[in-house]
């Protein structure tokens, strides 16, 4: 009777370590990123059976997989740019054309972005990413 309760906490317990980890962002590695999509079924099952332990576990298992995009089927909406394509947007000192960066950013996506919001906010790169893109850093 005791291997029986051992096995049945073990196997409790590796499938709660599962949820927690979140089922799409552990199978599905190469959707992360994507913005939105069709639900994949499987993978929003698989969450929800998180659910049926605990309700923390599930959860978790939720917001991970819909924060990192796991959860969407293959074909859905990405957010990526080439990065050369961005470097045209780079002024000769480092700064940002922000003009520019938002037609090419349209061109490419299709996306209007508001870059000429009040609210947005900018952040300096490190001294390794502007040496990576070939910049020196703005005094």
């Known amino acids: 009777m005791r291997l029986h309760t051992r096995l ?19 199978f599905y ?9 069709q639900i994949d079924p499987a993978v929003a099952i ?29 074909g859905g909406k990405h957010a990526q740019v080439d990065p050369q394509l961005l470097q045209k947007a780079v002024n000769p000192d480092g700064s940002i054309d922000n003009l520019r960066l938002k037609a090419i950013i349209e061109e ?19 001294l390794q990413q502007l040496a990576s893109l070939g910049l020196q850093p703005a005094a």
């Open 108 to 126: 490419q996506t299709g996306q209007q972005l508001p870059l000429d919001n009040p609210y947005l906010i900018q952040q300096r790169g490190n």
């Open 8 to 26: 049945l906490s073990g196997a409790i317990a590796i499938s709660l370590l599962i949820q927690l980890a979140a089922c799409g962002t552990i």
């Open 46 to 74: 698989m969450d929800a059976i998180g659910l049926l332990f605990y309700i923390i576990p599930g959860l978790l298992a939720f917001a991970v997989d819909f924060i990192t995009g796991a959860i969407y089927l293959p």
């Open 29 to 37: 590695p190469e959707r992360r990123g994507q913005i939105s999509g």
